[in-house]
């Protein structure tokens, strides 16, 4: 897909956790300013803010979340959900 040159206006990351950093780097590649960039399940029940967790998930997200808060490519926030599941949230992000 990289090797089209051929960016996607929408990329939605909700796939297995641990690699979330990495598809974020190809969200990246693979998007123009103006690409809106989706990550769910970054708040997993609020484990993602124990820095001692050894849950890869967890571990992945907070990867992701340290990659997005640096990356002067993109604004972005991140957005907390509530409901029968417990709570979770959801990251976006606008390529500048």
């Known amino acids: 897909m990289a090797a089209e040159n051929s960016p ?44 001692t967790s050894s849950d890869p998930s967890v571990q992945g997200v ?8 640096s990356e002067p490519r993109v604004n972005a926030t991140a957005i907390q959900t509530v409901g029968s599941k417990g709570y979770d949230g959801f990251a976006i992000a606008i390529v500048n």
């Open 8 to 51: 996607f206006d929408l990329i939605f990351i909700d796939a297995d956790k641990p690699n979330n950093p990495d598809y974020f780097k190809w969200a990246l590649k693979l998007s123009r300013p103006g690409s809106l960039i989706v990550a769910d399940n970054v708040v997993r029940n609020g484990a993602v803010i124990d820095a």
């Open 62 to 69: 907070r990867r992701f979340n340290e990659l997005l808060a």
